[in-house]
C-alpha cells in the first residue's frame, strides 16, 4: 500500500512539475511578444517623430526664405525710393 501511496505521490508531483513548466513556458512567450510588441511601437514612434522634424524643418526653411524674400523686395523698393529722393 506504501509503494502505491509513492507511485501516486509521485504522478502528482511529476503533473505539478509538467504544469508550472508550461506556465513558465507560456509566460515566457508572452514576455517575448509584449518585449517586440513594444520594440515595434518604439521603432513607429521614432519613425513619426523623425517625419514630423523634417515637416517642420522644411515649414522653417519655407518661413526664412519667404521673410528673405519680402525683406529684399522691400529693400529694392525702399532703395529706389531713397536713390529718387536724392536726385
Do not use: W
Amino acid at each position: 500500500m506504501t509503494e502505491s501511496n509513492d507511485v501516486q505521490q509521485d504522478v502528482q508531483n511529476l503533473r505539478h512539475d509538467l504544469d508550472v513548466q508550461a506556465a513558465t513556458q507560456a509566460g515566457a512567450q508572452s514576455t517575448q511578444a509584449a518585449t517586440q510588441a513594444g520594440a515595434q511601437a518604439t521603432q513607429a514612434a521614432t519613425q513619426a517623430g523623425q517625419a514630423a522634424t523634417q515637416a517642420a524643418a522644411v515649414s522653417g526653411l519655407a518661413a526664412a526664405v519667404a521673410s528673405g524674400f519680402v525683406a529684399l523686395i522691400v529693400g529694392i523698393f525702399l532703395g529706389m525710393a531713397i536713390a529718387k529722393s536724392n536726385r
